[in-house]
């Protein structure tokens, strides 16, 4: 039995960090060092009470589970947590929402209502939550801080927000931002929340990107007579994930069934490293009603049937024509076949996760995002044979260990370059969507008029802070390109593209073009 210095060492121990132990439980937890070496004891008890002040107590009082919890990471450190899920996929309506809290002076986590057709006060906040996230992250950037009292700094920019010119009449050179818009057909305006200012683009120099109606961009120039003549214009710098988690602490920013950000955890950090042969598959335009895609599949499936990847990825459309009267039954007897195939491969079938994630002009629901998953009526077969079998929304979100990755199947990149202001001369057009995007914290930095999205789920398309992964499955060609340590990638068209896809290894980080060969099937 533990003796009563040992006992009172580990009640003021734990007094010593604000937390309460009981008499009861002094004397278990005595018990239990008894078996440790004595000069061992102090450590031990240390990483106890850390432990137990990990887990967020809402009081002083330690329970009996506070402390069994504690004891158990101390013995079995590897062993991973009810809350330290490996995979998960989330909805896109269970994504939190993100909005800065002037009073806090940082961004903060804000419950939401379900609600798919509110007031229309809603679609004015779209802009307004989007122009502000962009501003108050900007205002932190280095290049955007002003100088403290005596402090000399170069290269100092000063945003000048848009009411100052309109309210001081002041002239010269400036630097503003705004959301790009054009009230008035052929003539262009820079918006924020305190007013709106005319521009004059031609003679602006367009920094990388597209730069589109819609797009919240940086102007410089020379505002005069009631009109900004632009000089540059261009996006608000991108910031680092790490930068823009540091606003949550341990706070879930991602999604998914956990309070903490399971970005933060070693022990799934050291799962992750341990499966370095762990790969998930993306492929897109997944037609279940053609009979090749299918084959090409099947052989996919065998090439991966002694390594099961940890997940496919498909993207629709699911079948290879648009949707018509017949389109039901046909995608109920592609899923079928599909389950069919899946079936012959044993391992795959029990160990790796099935992820649909529906296009546009699938059947089930209208062209808004974010896009409800496939109908359950249809999946319901295809469910019970196969146990792995998970229906997304589009855009997803999907959690593997610490990585972070967002799924999105829209033919995005035609639409943006179709509406830019300013096609890039140079570079290449994968390097500026990229850097459009995660510049503008959003998967779908258009107008509503070209990409409709549900007024109180704007918050799901937003990527801040930036994931690991975005995959923006388009009809475009496949390709692969990083920006701010992110990785952008398209899979490509399976059916059209040499039966091509994209393979994520996540404890290496690293992305993989892979196609089926031709003479595999002879086809």
Not at 188 to 217: C, H, P, W
Not at 251 to 257: E, L, Q, R
Not at 305 to 333: D, M, R, W
Request: charged content about 25%; some cysteine; hydrophobic content about 35%.
């Amino acid at each position: 039995m533990a003796d009563e210095k040992l006992i009172r060492t580990i009640q003021s121990t734990f007094s010593l960090y604000g937390l309460v132990l009981s008499r009861k439980l002094s004397t278990s937890l005595g018990k239990e060092l008894l078996n440790v070496e004595t000069a061992k004891r102090n450590t031990w008890l240390t990483q106890i009470v850390e432990k137990i002040i990990a887990q967020n107590l809402s009081d002083p009082h330690v329970t009996v589970d506070n402390l069994k919890l504690a004891i158990e990471e101390c013995i079995r450190p590897d062993v991973l947590k009810n809350t330290e899920t490996v995979l998960n996929i989330i909805n896109a309506f269970d994504v939190p929402k993100i909005k800065h809290d002037l009073s806090k002076r940082k961004f903060v986590l804000t419950p939401t209502t379900s609600d798919l057709y509110p007031e229309a006060k809603y679609k004015s906040l779209i802009f307004k939550e989007r122009f502000e996230l962009l501003w108050y992250r900007t205002l932190r950037h280095e290049l955007f801080i002003p100088p403290k009292l005596g402090e000399e700094k170069e290269n100092w920019i000063e945003l000048v927000p848009l009411e100052y010119l309109l309210s001081e009449s002041r002239k010269g050179s400036v630097y503003v931002m705004g959301l790009l818009t054009q009230l008035i057909e052929g003539q262009y305006y820079l918006e924020d929340t305190g007013g709106t200012i005319k521009i004059d683009l031609r003679q602006a120099n367009f920094q990388d990107g597209l730069i589109m109606e819609a797009s919240i961009v940086i102007a410089s120039g020379d505002y005069r007579d009631g009109t900004l003549y632009v000089e540059d214009i261009g996006f608000p710098p991108a910031e680092s994930s790490s930068n823009s988690q540091a606003d949550f602490g341990d706070a879930n920013t991602f999604g998914g069934p956990h309070n903490t950000s399971l970005k933060l955890s070693e022990k799934l950090k050291s799962h992750e490293e341990s499966n370095k042969d762990g790969m998930i598959v993306f492929l897109s335009e997944m037609w279940l009603d053609d009979v090749i895609v299918l084959r090409k599949f099947k052989t996919m499936l065998e090439g991966y049937s002694e390594y099961p990847p940890i997940a496919f990825v498909l993207c629709g459309h699911f079948l290879s024509f648009p949707a018509n009267i017949t389109s039901v039954q046909k995608l109920k007897e592609g899923l079928k076949d599909l389950a069919d195939i899946i079936m012959q491969y044993p391992e795959i079938k029990e160990s790796s996760k099935f992820i649909f994630v529906p296009a546009p002009d699938d059947v089930g629901s209208p062209k808004i995002l974010p896009r409800s998953p496939l109908p359950k009526h249809l999946t319901e077969e295809f469910r019970k044979n196969i146990p792995g079998a998970i229906f997304a929304t589009n855009p997803c979100r999907i959690q593997y260990c610490t990585k972070e990755i967002v799924v999105l199947r829209e033919d995005i990149l035609t639409k943006m370059c179709r509406n830019t202001l300013y096609f890039p001369r140079s570079g290449n057009i994968y390097d500026h969507y990229a850097k459009s995007i995660i510049c503008q914290s959003h998967l779908t930095p258009l107008s509503l008029s070209v990409i409709p999205i549900y007024w109180k789920y704007d918050h799901a398309l937003q990527i801040h802070p930036t994931p690991d992964l975005i995959v923006s499955a388009d009809k475009f060609e496949a390709y692969e390109t990083t920006y701010s340590n992110c990785h952008i990638i398209n899979p490509g068209l399976f059916p059209k593209n040499d039966h091509s896809f994209k393979v994520y290894v996540p404890a290496l980080n690293l992305i993989e073009h892979c196609a089926i060969p031709k003479d595999m099937d002879g086809i």
